[in-house]
């Protein structure tokens, strides 16, 4: 994984992926507790949003919710619509909302029925994409 590979401290995985005629570079940070409190405890939030502004035709950022447990297969995730901004998504995960943010083990929560509060969507991880500007 990324993160072991060159210790980054945010994100875990790169991916590229074929979009249309397009090639993305996908990557997904703060999808762990830990990467969470490096990505929204820090500076790197407002650095991202600030670099998604500075290039709007290259780089796209969303939110792709899921709920998962560490290296679940796609087949054990849920992953619900998220009705939220890009901008709104991490200004409230950098707020108030990082008190919400937990990391269960895997054994402590196999078999326990999903629950989601009715205070709104769950709002986690981000999904980054980009692609090199046109010449």
Partial sequence: ???AAIRTKSTQRLSLQQQAEDLGLCTWPAELKP???AFYRTGRAQRLMDFLAERPEAWQARPNVHLAFR???V???LFPHCH???TEYIHRWSGNDFAQIRAYHYNDIRGEP???ASGGPV???LRM???PAAP
């Fill in 84 to 86: 939220l901004g890009i």
């Fill in 35 to 37: 990467q969470a409190e």
């Fill in 71 to 73: 290296n679940a297969p």
């Fill in 75 to 77: 087949a054990q995730r």
């Fill in 114 to 116: 999903l629950v989601l």
């Fill in 129 to 131: 994409t980009g692609k």
């Fill in 123 to 125: 709002r986690r991880p």
């Fill in 1 to 3: 994984m990324l993160d």
